[in-house]
């Protein structure tokens, strides 16, 4: 398979009246064709921000400080965020779906405007043709009667309807990469796995790479093929999904998994959660963000600066002191 | 105050909640609107029983009966050996102190106005729990404590604490006065995934630490309803479709709806993910506005037979105390 996206050393800023914010410190990863990645975190670790700003939407006081994001042997972070060159990727070779189908749908347009659109500006389909393209993208992503609700404006449709209409909208232009933002979050469950499987579908079907960017661990679990774990705006690990759910090494990944209840845990399993709060990310210390919630610490950890990715094998890169010393954690909770 | 130490601290039965549907100028019932319809359960005391099911499925709406904040039009809910929807309004105010309520929302549900303390201590007050100013002042304090919250963050106020900070706070003012039954309505669902767990394992830690503290423990996410609980019901249109013990529901859920719901969550373990069933269901859950006849499942149903159309199948009890609403199992 061959790299699609490969996105390098991402940083991205937000200046505010209290200061820095670093929410994006030095990100990099890659996705290649047909592939699903997962990119997990808990909220303000810059999950969605990274994402944001591979689309450049970032707008002030926010700005992509420096990195690279190679599309295509292109780096689309030389593109003008609003310049032609942008426009012709955004939306329509790298798509996006965002969390809340309620507000990312215009509220006064009918949904075969909000589709059409997608069409005649990336596509210059017009008229009939744009209106059966956009009946068939309804059809896909399993709209019932979609010959009829096209017309239809968005709060005429449920909130797992609308979520598939933010789908159709995505994957009009037969787009290469579709990130979807914590796509299912404000979805009921059953929803939720159907929504999924949609995705999947979508992705072996028309030949997409797929980022599901989410706090689920499960939904990784099932879904993506390596993820990568994120932590006050840095990757903190990263392997394919078997690596980081069967030998995850970063303390933080191991805290997660120990602190989630499982359907198929044995009774009476206690949860350990990890104590302390997530980093403001105002003013960091140069030392690992993770260092004051973590129960592995050593004294190099608050003498060294935050270690950067280093190899483990294969696929499995961490971002820890205790790795590097050649030492292996306690196995996670099974 | 002498109550019946009977197993059961609530015994709700046949609880049906409608919302009247108005139309026009004149405001004219023209339907209800199904919410709960013919529930029945009990919980033992000291005990938790999981209520799990999609938006709308009528909840909420058990955990607001039972604190008589909506008054149910039919069926009863046996608190402490007394019915509660035919309590008189004076009485309403014991009901409110012997039985608590966690929101969901830790933002909303707290007064930005007024300090920790003063939130904490409020039912304290209102209830005239305590006697003295001293007496209110060890109380406060042994409630921030019991929360694992420091009492010297009592004169700050709601926003200069974090999300998981704030339910604890939650937590503090339904424990003041002593409940013997919390409703504990998605306390965890608005909290990020790290914080979630310490709330869980606080929620499991007082239960231990207060004899006969009961849970009514309402939430949509199964894998932590499965955790907390010690019976797990799980509802559908506004009906229990199946009632079993935790460990029961998921080695042996019964119920199609179940099954589905047991496989759309996803399990953090690609290993285990690999082999499990997955039931994709049709459609979405229609409208209590216009429940589908018999079996409010049936036009989702896998299983569904012409005769799940005929009449709402009653729940009845296979053995073990395990309760299903399904004539095809």
Redo the contacts between chains.
């Keep these: 398979m061959a790299e699609l996206l490969r996105v390098e050393n991402l940083r991205t800023q937000f200046h505010t009246d209290s200061g820095l914010v670093k929410a994006v410190d030095g990100v990099s990863y890659h996705i290649e064709e047909q592939e699903i990645i997962g990119l997990v975190g808990e909220s303000g670790c810059g999950k969605s921000v990274s994402q944001l700003s591979v689309m450049q939407l970032i707008s002030a006081p926010g700005e992509i400080a420096s990195g690279k994001v190679i599309f295509r042997g292109q780096d689309l972070l030389q593109f003008k965020a609003n310049g032609p060159e942008m426009r012709s990727v955004r939306g329509a070779k790298i798509a996006m779906i965002f969390q809340e189908p309620m507000t990312s749908l215009n509220p006064v347009l009918t949904i075969n405007r909000q589709l059409t659109e997608m069409l005649e500006l990336h596509l210059g389909m017009n008229g009939m043709a744009a209106r059966e393209r956009a009946i068939e993208l309804l059809d896909i992503v399993g709209i019932p009667s979609a010959q009829s609700r096209i017309g239809d404006y968005p709060h005429q449709f449920s909130g797992g309807m609308r979520q598939r209409v933010m789908i159709a909208i995505a994957l009009s232009c037969n787009p290469d990469i579709l990130i979807a933002d914590e796509p299912t979050t404000a979805l009921d469950v059953t929803t939720q796995a159907q929504l999924l499987e949609l995705m999947k579908e979508i992705v072996e079907r028309f030949n997409t790479s797929l980022v599901i960017v989410t706090h689920n661990l499960g939904v990784v679990a099932r879904y993506a093929q390596r993820i990568y774990i994120m932590y006050a705006g840095r990757i903190i690990e990263e392997g394919t999904t078997k690596d980081i759910f069967g030998d995850p090494r970063h303390p933080y990944t191991i805290g997660l998994l120990k602190c989630i209840p499982r359907l198929d845990e044995e009774e009476g399993r206690k949860l350990v959660p990890i104590e302390g709060l997530p980093p403001n990310l105002i003013n960091m210390p140069p030392t690992c963000a993770f260092l004051p919630r973590c129960s592995y610490k050593t004294e190099r950890c608050s003498r060294e600066p935050w270690p950067p990715l280093t190899h483990h094998y294969g696929q499995h890169y961490v971002s820890c002191f205790i790795n590097t010393e050649g030492k292996t954690y306690e196995p996670a909770a099974k | 105050m002498s109550q019946p130490q009977n197993d059961f601290i609530l015994d709700a039965r046949d609880l049906k909640m409608y919302f009247p549907v108005t139309q026009g100028l004149l405001r004219r019932k023209v339907a209800d609107v199904k919410a709960v319809d013919g529930v029945t359960f009990k919980i033992k005391r000291g005990k938790t029983l999981g209520l799990v099911g999609?938006?709308g499925c009528g909840k909420t709406t058990i955990g607001r009966c039972v604190l008589r904040l909506y008054k149910p039009v039919g069926g009863q809910i046996i608190f402490n050996g007394e019915d509660v929807t035919s309590l008189p309004e004076k009485r309403l105010k014991n009901l409110r102190c012997n039985v608590a309520l966690i929101f969901q929302d830790p933002y909303s549900s707290l007064d930005p106005r007024q300090n920790a303390g003063g939130i904490i201590g409020e039912p304290l007050k209102i209830h005239n729990w305590v006697g003295t100013n001293s007496e209110y002042e060890d109380r406060v304090e042994q409630l921030f404590r019991l929360v694992g919250l420091d009492p010297s963050m009592a004169n700050r106020f709601p926003h200069e604490f974090?999300g998981?900070q704030r339910q604890r706070i939650g937590i503090a003012r339904a424990l003041a006065c002593d409940p013997s039954l919390i409703i504990c309505d998605e306390p965890i669902s608005a909290l990020?995934?790290?914080?979630?767990?310490?709330i869980?394992?606080l929620l499991e830690k007082l239960q231990e630490g207060i004899r006969g503290l009961t849970y009514l423990f309402i939430a949509?996410?199964?894998?932590?309803v499965?955790?907390?609980s010690d019976r797990v019901a799980v509802m559908y249109l506004g009906r229990i479709v199946e009632i079993t013990s935790?460990?029961e529901l998921?080695e042996n859920p019964l119920h199609p709806y179940t099954r589905?719901?047991?496989?759309?969550?996803?399990?953090?373990?690609?290993?285990?993910?690999e082999t499990r069933e997955?039931i994709?269901?049709k459609g979405?859950?229609p409208s209590p506005f216009n429940p589908p006849s018999g079996c409010p499942f049936h036009p989702r149903c896998f299983m569904a037979t012409p005769e799940c159309s005929q009449a709402v199948p009653p729940l009845r009890d296979i053995g073990g105390g395990h309760e299903v609403a399904c004539i095809r199992v």
């Design positions: 999609e938006s974090s998981g990020d995934v790290s914080i979630q767990a310490q869980i394992n949509h996410d199964l894998s932590v499965k955790h907390i935790s460990k998921y589905a719901l047991l496989s759309a969550v996803p399990i953090a373990d690609p290993f285990v993910e997955r994709i269901l979405e859950v």
